[in-house]
């Protein structure tokens, strides 16, 4: 009997759970939800102009909109960190009251806002509103929180405490050099041993000096962006105007200076000695302040000159080639693309194995420099082990380029470029390899 009225009562408990499932899954999303109460429900976070930020360590910081963008006004003026201000006027406009804690507190000094930890104040619509942040939760979850003009103590989340703790350098623009990025047609790095001059033509880059050679478009657009987005690490100087302060900071003879052209407008920034581990001494020409960057920066800037160099010996591609020349112990095979069909055109005129000629291009486009050498005479070039010459993008452009071996080492050399480039050997032989499986 027992066992029947365990098995009874199992049963009606799982009618009642049944049941529940049925009725949850019936209800509305979002019923029974308590949905949060904003700080500040009227404020929208455009329409904030104005923002005093008193931080735990007691700086405070104003900034103010000024058209589309914001102004540091005090403590000095400056332009403001216009990201930095976005995500504290977004995080005002949308604040929310996690829970209250308290409705009428007899003394709020036991939750850190008597006085604040961190104060926030700004102007909407001509109306000035203060969000009073004290200590943590003892979990450490929440904050406490108050308004001046209510008594009750409520809670916020704890990651608002980072978005709100602003120090004036916090609030301030960091950005290094002031260009316009996508107006940028000339670059210059000058280092002590040497300077490399970069122009920029239609959408490629040449490298001018130390030799005229094409540039890695990746490599220049790295560098201008590392400009473009290293901030500042720190301000150690509002001004450094006379040869005594340059000196100190290594700046009155620089580690590197890079100079970045847009049109007729020029900006440059100086890098000077170590100011600690990974970050070194910097100036923008146009500012008399000192300040630190990164350390990576300056070793980008130091590196080798064929670390800007293409190190693709054709531009051309197995896809978009029409026409392949190759000349070798002298015979010379050519073959131009019909469609998606190769045919032998030179010595006669006959079908070829597609297959085989794809090939071949891909081992000749497939091939890098490892290096570059402006003493040709050594490379054996003066008498190619073979001469390819392409044409592609419907025959618009063409590309010539010889190969040699001298010794163990195997070069090869653009038509036009200076010097020559260094390759590995076993790419030269996949490259003869190829060839041969033509004949």
């Known amino acids: 009997m027992r066992g029947i009225r365990t098995f009874l009562v199992l049963l009606v408990l799982a009618a009642a759970l049944g049941g529940y499932v049925y ?20 404020v929208q976070s455009d329409k904030i102009d ?18 589309a963008g914001w102004q540091m006004t005090q403590p000095a003026a400056a332009a403001a960190d216009e990201a930095e201000i976005s995500g504290m006027t977004s995080n005002l406009a949308s604040l929310e009251v996690q829970r209250v804690v308290d409705e009428q507190p007899a003394a709020v ?20 509103r203060k969000l009073l942040l004290g200590q943590k939760t003892p979990t450490g979850s929440d904050l406490y929180a108050k308004v001046p003009d209510k008594p009750r103590v409520f809670l916020v989340a704890s990651y608002l ?52 050679a094409r540039a890695d478009f990746g490599a220049i657009e790295g560098i201008l962006g590392r400009l473009n987005a290293t901030p500042m690490k720190s301000i150690v100087a509002a001004e450094a105007g006379d040869a005594k302060a340059l000196q100190e900071y290594g700046l009155d003879k620089p580690s590197a200076t890079v100079h970045v052209n847009a049109g007729s407008s020029q900006a440059g920034l100086v890098l000077g000695k170590s100011a600690g581990e990974g970050v070194v001494y910097a100036r923008d020409l146009s500012r008399p302040m000192v300040f630190t960057v990164e350390q990576a920066l300056a070793d980008e800037l130091k590196k080798p000159v064929d670390d800007f160099r293409v190190k693709d010996l054709f531009d051309a591609r197995a896809f978009n080639t029409t026409r ?20 032998q055109v030179t010595p006669a005129a006959k079908a070829a194995d597609s297959a085989k000629v794809e090939a071949l291009l891909t081992a000749l486009t497939n091939t890098r420099a490892t290096g570059f050498t402006d003493k040709v005479a050594e490379t054996g070039l003066d008498k190619p082990e073979l001469t390819v010459t392409v044409k592609f993008e419907e025959g618009k452009k063409e590309e010539k380029v010889a190969f040699a071996k001298k010794g163990s080492d195997a070069f090869a050399r653009r038509e036009g470029d200076p010097g020559a480039a260094k390759i590995d050997a076993a790419s030269l032989d996949g490259i003869a390899k190829a060839f041969d499986a033509l004949k």
Do not use: H
Request: charged share 35%.
């Open 161 to 212: 405490e980072s978005m709100f703790n602003k120090s004036t350098f916090d609030l301030r623009d960091k950005t290094i050099l002031k260009v316009e990025r996508d107006k940028i047609d000339g670059m210059q790095i000058v280092l002590p041993d040497r300077t490399t001059t970069f122009v920029k033509q239609n959408s490629d880059w040449r490298l001018t000096t130390p030799v005229q």
């Open 23 to 42: 009725y949850d899954s019936k209800r509305e999303p979002g019923e029974g939800a308590t949905k949060q109460e904003k700080v500040f429900a009227d």
């Open 324 to 343: 392949i020349e190759v000349a070798r112990g002298g015979q010379t095979l050519a073959f131009e693309k019909d469609k998606d069909a190769w045919k």
């Open 109 to 128: 000094k036991d939750y850190g806002l008597d006085p604040p930890r961190i104060e926030v104040s700004f102007t909407s619509g001509g109306k000035e």
């Open 50 to 67: 104005q923002v005093t930020v008193k931080a735990a360590s007691g700086e405070q910081t104003t900034v103010k909109k000024q058209g």
